[in-house]
């Protein structure tokens, strides 16, 4: 009975030193949440809101860190060089399949990148200056084509998601409307609230803002759903205009070939913290919006279907990193 027992011990140790990493327990030691951007943005916001329920659900430490730099790559980047153990996350955006066409960079967008939860995604209004005859986006195309060299808009960045967005509506729609870039929104406010811009893409909270104070007229809202604060605001889908639309996201990510467990488990904890409604509350004030959930499988065919898209549409621009 006794040799019977230390086989059974043996066996049973044994089959436990040969288990995957990603059947033993997980986590054991804090995660590093590597963010592309600085802190204090909207990026180093949403992380945030989402490390600190994740961080309580996992129970180990969730550490956020900014790393901004190279137009997102700097923290990218690090990425493909971690282990493959689910202990270093990436808060991905938009730029991720957008920027390898602008800019060369040390990896492969898709092939490096294991893509986890889809947390957020960032409202946009497109607003006028009230002092323009238009108050629908037909009625800026129509004033476009009518008045060639008479609209500009403000662009944050080249190949950020309003910059995008913007040269989508022209590119689909074939109307005049000239870039003028800043480094950010908040330099280009001023000239956009006096008259000097004509258009602009404004983050939900900023437009409202400035919606209600009659400084400026909204025409549509780039998200999935009307705002509860701009009601009678239609979306881009319900303007007609759904296929100028650009979905801005955000991807927790972690190193392909991370296992499989692991993947499912950061998953789980992810789509539990958007249950909260402190974390919701957190998403909105931020101008985010919940997203309808969706496997990691999904969302890799996502990111490979915008890599396409918008690889195309800078290419068909001309459209040049800042850089």
Same mark, same amino acid.
């Given at each position: 009975?006794?040799?019977?027992?230390?086989?059974?011990?043996?066996?049973?140790?044994?089959?436990?030193?040969?288990?995957?990493?990603?059947?033993?327990?997980?986590?054991?030691?804090?995660?590093?949440?590597?963010?592309?951007?600085? *802190?204090?943005?909207?990026?180093?916001?949403?992380?945030?809101?989402?490390?600190?329920?994740?961080?309580? /659900?996992?129970? +180990?430490? #969730?550490?956020?860190?900014?790393?901004?730099?190279?137009?997102?790559?700097?923290?990218?980047?690090?990425?493909?060089?971690?282990?493959?153990?689910?202990?270093?996350?990436?808060?991905?955006?938009?730029?991720?399949?957008?920027?390898?066409? $602008?800019?060369?960079? !040390?990896?492969?967008?898709?092939?490096?990148? +294991?893509?986890?939860?889809? #947390?957020?995604?960032?409202?946009?209004?497109?607003?006028?200056?009230?002092?323009?005859?238009?108050?629908?986006?037909?009625?800026?195309?129509?004033?476009?084509?009518?008045?060639?060299?008479?609209?500009?808009?403000?662009?944050?960045?080249?190949?950020?998601?309003? %910059?995008?967005?913007?040269?989508?509506?022209?590119?689909?729609?074939?109307? /005049?409307?000239?870039?003028?870039?800043?480094?950010?929104?908040?330099?280009?406010?001023?000239?956009?609230?006096?008259?000097?811009?004509?258009?602009?893409?404004?983050?939900?909270?900023?437009?409202?803002?400035? *919606?209600?104070?009659?400084?400026?007229?909204? $025409?549509? #809202?780039?998200?999935?759903?009307?705002?509860?604060?701009?009601?009678?605001?239609?979306?881009?889908?319900?303007?007609?205009?759904?296929?100028?639309?650009?979905?801005?996201?955000? *991807?927790?990510?972690?190193?392909?070939?991370?296992?499989?467990?692991?993947?499912?488990?950061? %998953?789980?904890?992810?789509?539990?913290?958007?249950?909260?409604? /402190? &974390? +919701?509350?957190?998403?909105?004030?931020?101008?985010?919006? *919940?997203?309808? !959930?969706?496997?990691?499988?999904?969302?890799? &065919?996502?990111?490979?279907?915008?890599?396409?898209?918008?690889?195309? $549409?800078?290419?068909?621009?001309?459209?040049?990193?800042?850089?």
């Amino acid at each position: 009975m006794k040799e019977l027992t230390r086989r059974t011990a043996l066996t049973a140790a044994m089959a436990l030193a040969a288990a995957p990493v990603g059947a033993q327990a997980w986590p054991s030691k804090p995660s590093r949440f590597l963010v592309p951007y600085p *802190v204090g943005g909207i990026v180093d916001i949403v992380s945030r809101s989402l490390a600190d329920p994740m961080q309580a /659900d996992l129970g +180990q430490p #969730v550490v956020v860190e900014p790393k901004p730099g190279g137009n997102s790559t700097l923290a990218t980047a690090m990425i493909p060089q971690a282990p493959a153990d689910g202990y270093t996350w990436l808060m991905a955006t938009l730029s991720h399949v957008v920027v390898p066409h $602008l800019q060369p960079v !040390p990896y492969d967008a898709l092939t490096d990148f +294991q893509p986890v939860a889809l #947390v957020a995604i960032a409202t946009s209004v497109a607003v006028v200056n009230p002092e323009l005859p238009i108050r629908t986006l037909k009625d800026l195309v129509e004033y476009g084509k009518a008045n060639p060299g008479k609209l500009n808009y403000l662009n944050p960045g080249n190949g950020s998601s309003i %910059h995008l967005s913007a040269e989508l509506l022209k590119n689909q729609y074939k109307f /005049d409307m000239i870039s003028v870039p800043y480094r950010g929104i908040p330099p280009g406010m001023t000239d956009l609230l006096e008259g000097r811009l004509q258009v602009g893409l404004l983050p939900g909270p900023l437009a409202l803002q400035h *919606v209600m104070s009659g400084k400026l007229r909204a $025409l549509a #809202v780039l998200a999935d759903k009307r705002l509860p604060t701009l009601p009678d605001v239609p979306t881009f889908a319900e303007a007609g205009f759904a296929d100028a639309q650009v979905m801005s996201w955000y *991807v927790i990510s972690v190193r392909t070939g991370t296992p499989a467990a692991i993947v499912d488990r950061l %998953h789980a904890s992810a789509m539990k913290a958007l249950q909260s409604s /402190d &974390t +919701q509350g957190r998403l909105t004030r931020a101008g985010c919006e *919940v997203p309808t !959930p969706r496997s990691p499988a999904d969302i890799l &065919t996502m990111w490979r279907a915008d890599y396409a898209r918008y690889g195309k $549409l800078v290419k068909d621009a001309g459209i040049k990193g800042d850089g």
